[in-house]
């Protein structure tokens, strides 16, 4: 095995470039390295001037999600060694405006989060005598899964929904909303319910399972949709068959 291997990075410069372009490094293959260290490696001692997101290094924060060899990844867990003897392409998350180089821009997801409200919400503000909502092992497991989710936006750039219809909620928002609606400790989910069950909610999904297929975090978002599907459909038969006062 070499010690080198080379990273195909797409560049992009609003104010210069009137369209993305591929720039290729040669960096040191090292067996330690993620994707991350590469572009790390290029920025302090290549090309100042490559532009990305990253934080943590350690898969917890979600912000350095891009495409490698065309799958959605998180770079900092995904490692060369993987993909000698390359070329390896690096290319921003799909589905998304770019920014700047490996840059998207998450808009429009962070303003339509606060639509599904994935808080706790209490119809009975006062606090219980014992001082705290006390809860089961059990009852946290129903929603721990949902619960992982970092909003890294893998998941939206491999949905293929998402890619043609950009009011689509989207897999981590429904997701997000299935960990509180399931949260024995919420009053929530009728209010949540107009927003989840709209045509660009559930609905919309056409159950690839990409989301779930690309998550770091094993959230499986296509799960929690279906299973919400289930629970607005068994909420529509009992408006139909139901006089309200039984419902």
Partial sequence: MTDRITLRVTRYRPE???????QEYEIPLRK????LDGLNHIKDHLDGTLSYRWSCRMGVC???????????????????????????RVEPLSNFPVVRDLVVD?????????RVKPW????????????????LPAEREEYAQFSMCINCMLCYAACPVYG????????????????????S?????????????????????????ECSAVC?????????????????AMESLKTFLLPRGAR
Avoid: H
């Avoid at 927003?195 to 909610?201: H, K, Q, R, T, Y």
């Fill in 106 to 114: 998450i808009g429009t997801f962070m303003r339509t989060l606060p």
């Fill in 185 to 209: 400790r919420d009053q929530g989910a009728s209010e949540r319910m107009d927003v989840l069950s709209d045509a660009e909610g559930i609905w919309a999904c056409t159950f690839v399972g």
């Fill in 120 to 135: 706790l919400i209490r119809s009975e503000q006062e606090a219980p005598a014992e001082g705290e909502y006390r809860q």
């Fill in 16 to 22: 210069s470039d009137t369209e993305p372009t591929a």
């Fill in 216 to 232: 770091p975090k094993d959230v499986d978002p296509a799960g929690a949709i279906q299973r919400y599907k289930f629970t607005a």
């Fill in 32 to 35: 330690e390295w993620a994707v």
């Fill in 62 to 88: 979600g912000s350095c999600g891009m495409t490698v060899n065309g799958e959605p990844k998180l770079t900092c867990a995904t490692f060369l060694e993987d993909y000698a003897p390359g070329p390896i």
């Fill in 164 to 183: 043609l219809d950009q009011e689509f909620l989207g897999p981590a928002a429904i997701a997000l909303a299935q960990r509180y609606n399931l949260d």
